[in-house]
Nanobody, 127 residues
Framework: QVHMVESGGGLVQAGGSLRLSCAAA????????MGWFRQAPGKEREFVAA????????YYADSVKGRFTISRDNAKNTAYLQMDSLKPEDTAVYYC????????????????????WGQGTQVTVSS
């Protein structure tokens, strides 16, 4: 099992940047595929980005491709989401998620594939 805490959220103007961090507790972080999801008020939770435990494979939602970058540092048990060129429609609570993965190339894009979740961090983008 892995326990995760997100940080780095806040209020930013459109066009600005934020970097979210997801710090995980546990000795097997390096074997977990990681994902970022978000949920805006009145909307369902949606996939944002995912990364395999090797860091080699990444997936992005079309809405953030080219603006967001997911990365990880297994030595620090931390995953990151660099968010650039932010838009008001990026406003949401952002969650990191973890799933034990059998291969270094395994990457998950569906929320139901992740058993472990952080508590979320609010990102608000003003116009």
């Amino acid at each position: 099992q892995v326990h995760m805490v997100e940080s780095g959220g806040g209020l930013v103007q459109a066009g600005g940047s934020l970097r979210l961090s997801c710090a995980a507790a546990g000795r097997t972080f390096g074997t977990y595929a990681m994902g970022w999801f978000r949920q805006a008020p009145g909307k369902e939770r949606e996939f944002v980005a995912a990364i395999s435990w090797s860091g080699v494979i990444t997936y992005y939602a079309d809405s953030v491709k080219g603006r967001f970058t997911i990365s990880r540092d297994n030595a620090k048990n931390t995953a990151y989401l660099q968010m650039d060129s932010l838009k008001p429609e990026d406003t949401a609570v952002y969650y990191c998620a973890a799933a034990n993965a059998p291969y270094g190339s395994t990457c998950y894009r569906n929320a139901y594939e992740y058993p472990y979740w952080g508590q979320g961090t609010q990102v608000t983008v003003s116009s």
